[in-house]
């Protein structure tokens, strides 16, 4: 079931997939992802045969509302880099509570694509409200990216990386260093979280090939792990 419904002032598209979920998806919504994000909640169930809520909340303003802090190499508009936090804050206090109330407390999972992705992997160091995060194609290519994970812990139990193994190769100095970057933030995190609460998948492709099945693959991995652990738990 999808609705078309607005939650907490921002258009939400809700899809209910299945009876008594097992998971809370929340994904940010920029125009290339509403596309394609019908088939991509497809290819989650498909991957899954898991029930799940997702929400995908819309993004007004891809770089204010979801870049971290400043870099010029991002937009050299002042407003970016100020307003993560009123996106964070947004997902905390309006978004998951009104999940929870509909659907109960069940694991959250946030992710996103691009900055998105981003967002999603800053958010899991600075809210211990998620289970898990999926950083898909993430542009962990902003300045001193490596800096801030390394100072600051992370709260989400498992880190969902990927990238397209094209995505490193370009002419911009600043985006080339995505490659390096991925590989020091998954062994980070190998060292961090453990080697079974993390992943760094390599997909074919530049950065615009094929982002709803990435993003989708990204949801699975994460739903699969808490499935998993929710099992051993149980028979514990």
Request: charged content about 20%.
């Amino acid at each position: 079931m999808k609705q078309n419904i607005e939650i907490g002032g921002r258009e939400c598209l809700l899809y209910i997939e299945g009876n008594e979920p097992k998971a809370l998806l929340i994904q940010t919504l920029g125009a290339q992802e509403r596309g394609s994000i019908d088939s991509e909640v497809e290819m989650i169930r498909e991957m899954t045969g898991t029930p799940f809520v997702m929400a995908a909340f819309a993004i007004g303003d891809w770089e204010v509302e979801l870049t971290p802090w400043h870099d010029p190499a991002v937009s050299k508009r002042q407003a970016v880099g100020e307003h993560a936090f009123d996106t964070l804050d947004y997902i905390t206090d309006s978004l998951i509570l009104f999940l929870q109330e509909r659907f109960g407390h069940l694991p959250v999972v946030l992710g996103g694509y691009s900055l998105g992705g981003l967002f999603s992997r800053w958010t899991a160091s600075k809210a211990e409200c998620f289970e898990a995060v999926a950083a898909v194609s993430p542009s962990l290519w902003i300045d001193a990216w490596c800096g801030f994970s390394d100072a600051h812990a992370v709260y989400a139990r498992y880190v969902y990386l990927s990238l397209g193994d094209r995505e490193e190769h370009t002419r911009n100095k600043a985006i080339a260093q995505v490659g390096n970057n991925i590989r020091w933030e998954y062994e980070h995190l190998k060292q961090t979280l453990g080697p079974d609460s993390t992943t760094l998948e390599w997909n074919p492709g530049n950065h615009f090939v094929d982002g709803a099945r990435r993003t989708a693959k990204g949801f699975s991995w994460c739903i699969n792990k808490i499935l998993v652990e929710s099992r051993i738990l149980s028979n514990n």
